[in-house]
T-cell receptor, first 111, second 111 residues
Framework: DTAVSQTPKYLVTQMGNDKSIKCEQN?????MYWYKQDSKKFLKIMFS???????INETVPNRFSPKSPDKAHLNLHINSLELGDSAVYFC??????????FGNGTRLTVT | RKEVEQDPGPFNVPEGATVAFNCTYS??????FFWYRQDCRKEPKLLMS???SGNEDGRFTAQLNRASQYISLLIRDSKLSDSATYLC????????????FGAGTILRVKS
């Protein structure tokens, strides 16, 4: 029944590693997003896809690469992890680019 | 100047109090406005949309002032369960599906 699900919920890894976070939505929405919430709780958009097409790409290091195999999935791959990447990453979907339905978040800790 | 600014608080109020938050936005072309609520270590959830004519949902009232570029949220008869972070969200017209979040205002309702 979960509308937007992301895995894993917690991710602890060392600097320099490569990791992926997966997101799936069963709401039939066309638009999906990745947001990053840092230690100061500021929620900032990273990417947005509409029907598998990248439409928003904020100033994010190239180490972050989103992939959308279909409109129900938007995964986030991060290469060469750095300490500053530690944050909570939220996936979200929307039917119309306005109301967002968020996943539970992935708490990434880079040591 | 940040796109969306909020007083971070915290606002510490007793049960039953009325509390109001303001949020200012920098882009005069912004089209859509929302209040989201985020509980500790949880994902943000839509509380209410904000319409030009103002709107009310139970104990919550949202107002939009386009001339001064701010939106407000009024909570009447505060409950302990209202304790959360309230996020102001704006959709700048030229960014299409992009929602810009404020850093949030912390509300703590105490018995």
């Amino acid at each position: 029944d979960t509308a937007v699900s992301q895995t894993p919920k917690y991710l602890v890894t060392q600097m320099g590693n490569d990791k992926s976070i997966k997101c799936e939505q069963n709401l039939g929405h066309d638009t999906m997003y990745w947001y990053k919430q840092d230690s100061k709780k500021f929620l900032k958009i990273m990417f947005s896809y509409n029907n598998k097409e990248l439409i928003i790409n904020e100033t994010v290091p190239n180490r972050f690469s989103p992939k959308s195999p279909d409109k129900a999935h938007l995964n986030l791959h991060i290469n060469s992890l750095e300490l500053g990447d530690s944050a909570v990453y939220f996936c979200a979907s929307s039917p119309n680019g306005e109301r967002l339905h968020f996943g539970n978040g992935t708490r990434l800790t880079v040591t | 100047r940040k796109e969306v600014e909020q007083d971070p608080g915290p606002f510490n109020v007793p049960e039953g109090a009325t509390v109001a938050f303001n949020c200012t936005y920098s882009n005069s072309a912004s089209q859509s406005f929302f209040w989201y609520r985020q509980d500790c270590r949880k994902e943000p959830k839509l509380l209410m949309s904000v319409y030009s004519s103002g709107n009310e949902d139970g104990r919550f009232t949202a107002q939009l002032n386009r001339a001064s570029q701010y939106i407000s949220l009024l909570i009447r008869d505060s409950k302990l369960s209202d304790s959360a972070t309230y996020l102001c969200v704006v959709t700048p017209w030229e960014y299409g599906n992009k929602l810009v979040f404020g850093a949030g205002t912390i509300l703590r309702v105490k018995s």
